[in-house]
T-cell receptor, first 115, second 115 residues
């Protein structure tokens, strides 16, 4: 079974600074995908970025980038130039192998951006 | 606009009563999912459906039931057998049921409280 670990329950970041959210995963599959979602206080889950296990380059989407270290089974999310609207809960998720029918989620990290 | 609609947003239930949460999507997606979210925890899969007229138990299906009679609809019933039903429920869909890069789209959630 796949397992996602997010060790930072909460983080504070100053506006306009960058923040890194940690995510490690455990799987014996070779083919898998890693996702990051944002959950604002309103509750909906917003897809941010995707990284495939065979992708050679780290994924980037605007201010979001994924620091993928396959050997360490790490997929950290970097948010650059933080904005007040980035305050939310962030979830790392994984899909692949025998569990590719579902997304498996970590416990999440709450980010609070300070003005 | 295409998307997933969950209703109601807030739901109160007396102990011992069954209650049904609605989920409708107009994305023409084959796969649909129900997740449960508890405070400080990630999302856990309750049920999923790969295609109309078919559904499978997820990781925490006890006390829940679903149906998939139409492609666009996947209602979740929380039965009296569910011991601790107070939680935030999220419905999701994806274009297909499997594949490491298959993104899931989420509704805005239903917050269920047992009183």
């Amino acid at each position: 079974a796949q397992k996602i670990t997010q060790t930072q329950p909460g983080m504070f970041v100053q506006e306009k600074e960058a923040v890194t959210l940690d995510c490690t995963y455990d799987t014996s599959d070779q083919s898998y995908g890693l996702f990051w979602y944002k959950q604002p206080s309103s509750g909906e889950m917003i897809f941010l970025i995707y990284q495939g296990s065979y992708d050679e380059q780290n994924a980037t989407e605007g201010r979001y980038s994924l620091n993928f270290q396959k050997a360490r089974k790490s997929a950290n999310l970097v948010i650059s130039a933080s904005q007040l609207g980035d305050s939310a809960m962030y979830f790392c998720a994984m899909r692949g192998g025998v569990d590719d029918y579902k997304l498996s989620f970590g416990a999440g990290t709450t980010v609070t951006v300070r003005a | 606009d295409g998307g997933i609609t969950q209703s109601p947003k807030y739901l109160f239930r007396k102990e011992g009563q069954n209650v049904t949460l609605s989920c409708e999507q107009n994305l023409n997606h084959d796969a649909m999912y129900w997740y449960r979210q508890d405070p400080g925890q990630g999302l856990r899969l309750i049920y999923y459906s790969q295609i109309v007229n078919d559904f499978q138990k997820g990781d925490i299906a006890e006390g829940y039931s679903v149906s998939r009679e139409k492609k666009e609809s996947f209602p979740l019933t929380v039965t009296s057998a569910q011991k601790n039903p107070t939680a935030f429920y999220l419905c999701a869909s994806s274009i297909e049921w499997g594949g490491q890069n298959t993104e899931a789209f989420f509704g805005q959630g239903t917050r269920l409280t047992v009183v």
